[in-house]
């Protein structure tokens, strides 16, 4: 038999791939795609092969050690290649995030699954085999493991009489269970069903299509995706739908579960690593027609995608913040257009990319401006707090409309912006914050030195004693931790059950689903929260929603702060008065006429685009531009800045004529992290290539600097900009 060799990506931090002898006995089991394990160094490692070759010049070859029992798809391994070229980022390292960690450690294990086989046809002796019964009935065939509350005599007396079988297999089965009946669809309205017949029409043709499904909440954007999807299951192909970790609630799994039964794989951030690996075997088996889950579910390994969703498109979570810094929604278009699929992408506040694509004729673009109860969109009104008196944190008016809840027993939902970010400087007279002449961002403040910085350019310079608008000598700082927020709520309403939600509070998804199910069984009076209480979740007695420090957002060193701060009150507004009882919205601001203040409080997405999008356009930011971060740290700070500079000599050098602009180094707004200085340089250009060229010597330039003194990280399309 030839010789047969291997070309393998293996998950390691170079960006080239190595060469591995097929042992006789593997030939003929292997293809491109097959997953193995190598010895690489001291260790075994998993790898996957991107070709077989029976000619190599490398002398001395290492063996493959092993097959696993899985295969990444062309599909799969062509995205994979996209994302490693875009993202900068090995290839090796890119196809190891897509995969789960267990499916790539070991073959699946078998697992003994129970199921109903018939009906006991005498009544049952004891309560406990009829509570099993009743139980499979409902749920269908459920591992062992999970009826380790019924004793092993229990079981065996129901198995021994035939009434439930026990089988041994690798994964559950996906057929609906027996006499599963899907719920009955709701008539969609005319815009909805405008939405559907074009969705459907563009995924039977099979053409790659982007759509932009721009509602706002409670227009029905669910329902569009929920008929969408069952025009095309059980034709042998998979639809992916994207939301938010934070969206993916019980309420919501239980809609796609009415309608779809077994046939959906959910994936999210609580599974095990056995778990998921189960849920993505099954989408391999061709088990389910839908997976539905958060960012990671774009990698779903099924053989034909022809539709993926991406609910609440503009959401920052669906950018991966570390190893392979992608973005969910763009690798969702990516992969749409690999496989000549449809991207549907869904909000009630689009991204500015989002639009800007759609209004360039790039997506088509879908609206439903009505809501489908026709309940009129909620009144908001805006109050100034510069005025207010005394060092409280809450104006009258909000105190007053609390009081008013608590009487009647209707709920409040108070929302903080998510960072207490209290180093901007801001004026407590016209509500400006100092920003950096030429990034226009706002500059923090730094008590070390009583300088303020930029963080995009670098600039330094001292406050000034006087507003630069408005002359005011009124300056002060900015903001007030979650902490005290609370206290104070507290103090004015002792009675109150309040509760508060934020990654301090809430620690994993039961915390979580806990403390919002005692908000729908009322037993919380007040919910107070950063934006993660605003998402997906219907709270039916909630009739008045406060923004507390809309300021916060507003004055972010970051050029999207006015976008989000525009969606977090849009997302507050449409949580307030579901049901029957009208809504009302309350936002407290030191700005009452920045735009994205007046824009959200009309309801007026597209007032706001327009204003955003010239402000983006002056200065080159994204969607106008394009961006790529480079982040320079190390646990020494003379190393860090040293390594910066490094890259910015380089780049520098490189960068003349070419329509390129490079902002700092500077160090990063929160300068240190987990021990490790940082300092970013952001490289800005209408040409992609240019900037990915530039980044790329910038990132050799450090490695040649500072060897391994210095850790550098390119992130394209940084979304993170703290
Ligand atoms: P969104 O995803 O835009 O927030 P949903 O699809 O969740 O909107 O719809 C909001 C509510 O209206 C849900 O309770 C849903 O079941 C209901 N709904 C949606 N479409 C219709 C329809 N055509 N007829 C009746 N009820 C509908
Ligand atoms: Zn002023
Ligand atoms: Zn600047």
New binding site residues.
């Given amino acids: 038999m030839a010789d047969l060799f291997a070309d393998i990506a293996v998950g390691v931090s170079v960006n080239k791939t190595f060469h591995y002898c097929v042992p006789g006995e593997m030939q003929g089991h292997l293809a491109t795609g097959s997953r193995v394990l190598v010895p690489f160094g001291s260790r075994h490692i998993p790898g996957t092969v991107l070709g077989l070759t029976s000619r190599t010049d490398a002398v001395g070859l290492k063996s493959i050690i092993e097959v696993l029992d899985n295969v990444i798809t062309p599909d799969l391994l062509a995205l994979a290649r996209w994302a490693s070229d875009y993202y900068m980022y090995p290839l090796g390292q890119t196809i190891e995030a897509l995969v789960p960690k267990a499916v790539s450690r070991a073959k699946p294990k078998k697992k003994k699954f129970v199921r109903l086989m018939r009906q006991p046809s005498s009544p049952l002796r004891g309560p406990r085999q009829a509570e099993l019964v009743r139980m499979l009935a409902e749920r269908g065939e459920t591992t062992l493991d999970a009826l380790l509350g019924f004793s092993r005599a229990t079981i065996n007396a129901l198995k021994g009489a035939g009434i439930i079988g026990i089988i041994e297999r690798e994964i559950p089965a996906s057929a609906a269970p027996e006499g599963f009946v899907p719920s009955i669809p709701?008539?969609?309205?005319t815009e909805?069903a405008g939405a559907v017949h074009g969705i459907v029409e563009a995924v039977e043709a099979g053409r790659f299509e982007v759509f932009l499904l721009h509602?706002?909440?409670?227009?029905?954007?669910?329902?569009?995706y929920?008929q969408v999807i069952a025009k095309l299951a059980n034709t042998g192909s998979g639809a992916i739908v994207l939301v938010p970790e934070i969206a993916l609630t019980p309420q919501l799994l239980a809609?796609f579960r009415g309608r779809f039964g077994n046939r959906v794989a959910v994936l999210h951030s609580g599974l095990t690593d056995r778990e998921r690996a189960d849920e993505y075997r099954r989408i391999q088996a061709g088990h389910v027609d839908v997976a539905i889950g958060a960012r990671s579910a774009i990698f779903a390994p099924f053989e034909r995608v022809r539709l993926i969703i991406v609910?609440e498109e503009h959401e920052n979570s669906y950018k991966q913040e570390e190893g392979l810094r992608y973005h969910g929604r763009d690798v969702a278009v990516m992969r749409a257009k690999l496989q000549n699929a449809v991207a549907v992408l869904?909000s009630?506040t689009p991204s500015l990319e989002s639009y800007h694509n759609a209004k360039s004729g790039k997506y088509r673009y879908l609206h439903?401006p009505n809501?489908?109860?026709h309940r009129p969109m909620p009144q908001v009104a805006v109050v100034d707090i510069k005025a207010l008196p005394g060092p409280s944190l809450y104006s009258p008016v909000l105190i007053e409309q609390i009081k008013k809840r608590l009487e009647k027993n209707e709920q409040t939902l108070l929302l903080l912006n998510r960072r207490g970010f209290s180093s901007v400087l801001i004026c407590g007279d016209c509500g400006m914050a100092i920003k950096c002449p030429s990034c226009s961002v706002s500059l923090t403040f730094h008590k070390s030195d009583q300088k303020l910085k930029c963080h995009y350019c670098g600039y330094l310079t001292r406050p000034p004693d006087r507003c630069p608008s408005c002359s005011s000598v009124n300056l002060k700082l900015l903001g007030s931790g979650t902490q005290r927020i609370e206290e104070e709520l507290q103090a004015l309403f002792p009675a109150a059950r309040i509760k508060r939600m934020d990654s301090d509070t809430v620690k994993g998804r039961h915390t979580y689903d806990t403390l919002l199910r005692q908000v729908d069984r009322r037993e919380v009076d007040i919910l107070l929260g950063t934006q993660m209480i605003a998402k997906g979740h219907?709270f039916p007695f909630v009739t008045l929603v406060g923004v507390v420090n809309a300021d916060v957002g507003l004055n972010l060193p970051d050029f999207r702060s006015a976008e989000k701060t525009f969606q977090l009150i849009t997302q507050a507004a449409?949580r307030a008065g579901r049901g029957d009882t009208p809504g009302e919205v309350i936002i407290q601001t030191m700005n009452p006429h920045h735009y994205s203040v007046q824009h959200s409080r009309q309801h007026d997405y597209e007032g706001f685009y327009h204003d955003e999008i010239s402000y983006r356009g002056e200065l080159g930011y994204p969607p106008v531009g394009r961006i790529i971060k480079l982040e320079v740290k190390s646990p020494n700070e003379s190393h860090a800045a040293e390594g910066a500079k490094a890259a910015q000599n380089r780049i520098r050098s490189l960068m003349r004529g070419k329509a390129t602009t490079l902002l700092g180094p500077a160090p990063a707004p929160i300068a240190k992290v987990r021990g490790q200085y940082r300092f970013q340089l952001l490289l800005l250009s209408q040409k992609r290539d240019v900037i990915r060229f530039l980044a790329a010597e910038g990132r050799n330039a450090v490695a040649e600097k500072s060897g391994r003194k210095c850790r550098v990280i390119v992130d394209v399309d940084p979304i993170n900009l703290m």
């Fill in positions: 709701p008539a969609l309205m909805q509602g706002v909440t409670g227009s029905g954007k669910t329902e569009v929920l809609r609910d869904g009630a439903l809501r489908v109860d219907d449409g």
